[in-house]
């Protein structure tokens, strides 16, 4: 019998987050600590669950356009301009996708050629990669450094490109690293890709999670770029609404219209509930994001503050809800350190080698759980460290 399988789909590796999960559920342990999930501990704001609610009893069960709701294509389009001065056309230029994931996917198959090559900075989420690949083109990594916080320098994206370079991906606030990126820091990437003629994927889906002085900057704001640059976000982070599957891409007109192809052959259209919710959360969900942000950043300043009192290095990473300590001086690699502390004090993190080889040497930690939480996880990583430094 013949080998059933695509041999693209089985050389790549699972998911390193779900690799290292699956031995936290086997473990079956109530006393387990997780910080390794990046999703949000809110309950969904009431104002966007009623209006799911109000769909769902309305009997709006049906299709929408493919595209999405032209009302909230609309709400994205106001909300963009708004928060980041993008302006996009809610007919032609916006598509409302399944997450952000989908709007992805969707962007590499409409985009990038067999063999073509896309610039992927790690550490980065564990999908880009694989995405790419499942595309057929070729991903091309550089390794950011944690002595520039973990921001991709112009000098790393010229190294990186060749002749078949026709993509780069930016996401910031970056998750692993909670890494962002500042106005200065685009305009010399942006100056780079106008003149090799290169296109961008932006995933802004931690956008509305900076924190500091700074205000996010959307690289498509930036002079020459918006013509060359797909914008994605969605609603799970900012409006905690992970398991409503809702996100959208922003870009020109050509390239959104084979964008809407792949969403019409592999979709349809997102859940039209969730897109309904959608309207609701973009129109009245601003102080809902204030007060989820600013509980997060009362977090991330908490672990900050243990870290640096523990003597583990951690740069202050401003976006997201990630942090990103450095533990090589256990000597240890990643793997090993998260498997000893879920083991010996049952607490789960996630390995930074699994985001990339330039995460080796690093954990990531979320900090989208209670200040309770992280407390009694602080409390177990000072017992570990301690055992380790007695021994």
Known sequence: MRNPLNSYIEAIPPSGIRKFFDLVSEMND???????????????????????????????????????????????????????DLSYDPKDEILVTVGGSEAIDACFRAMLDRGDEIIIPEPCFVS??????????????????AENEFRLQPEE??????DKT????????????????????????????????????????YAELTYGDERFVS??????????????????????????????????????????KVHQFAIMCSPTLSQYAGVSALRYGEEDI????????????????????????????????????????????????????LNEQKLAVVPGSAFGNSGEGFLRISYAYSLEDLQKAMERLEKFIETRQSK
Not at 221 to 232: A, N
Request: proline letters at 6%; a positive charge.
């Open 30 to 84: 109530p006393d387990v600590i997780s910080l390794g999930v990046g999703e949000p501990d809110f309950d969904t704001p009431w104002h966007i669950r009623k209006e799911g609610i109000n769909a769902l009893n309305k009997g709006k069960t049906f299709y929408t356009a493919n595209a999405g709701l032209l009302e909230l294509r609309k709400e994205i389009a106001k909300f963009m301009k708004r928060k980041y």
């Open 128 to 145: 880009y990669k694989p995405c790419a690949i499942m595309a057929g083109a070729v991903p091309v990594v550089i390794d950011l450094k």
């Open 157 to 162: 994206l010229e190294a990186a490109i060749t």
């Open 166 to 205: 026709k993509m780069v991906f930016l996401s910031y606030p970056n998750n692993p690293t909670g890494a962002i990126m500042e106005r200065e820091d685009l305009e010399k990437i942006a100056k780079v890709i106008i003149e090799h003629d290169l296109f961008v994927i932006s995933d802004e889906i």
């Open 219 to 260: 690289i498509a704001s930036l002079p020459g770029m918006r013509e060359r640059t797909v914008v994605v976000n969605g609603f799970s982070k900012a409006f905690a609404m992970t398991g409503w599957r809702l996100g959208y891409a922003a870009g020109p007109e050509p390239i959104m219209e084979q964008m809407k």
């Open 290 to 341: 204030k007060i989820m942000r600013s509980e997060y950043d009362r977090r991330r300043r908490y672990l900050l503050n243990k870290f640096n009192n523990m003597g583990i290095p951690c740069f202050e990473a401003k976006g997201a809800f990630y942090l990103f300590p450095c533990i090589k001086k256990f000597g240890m690699s990643s793997d090993e350190f998260a498997n000893a502390i």
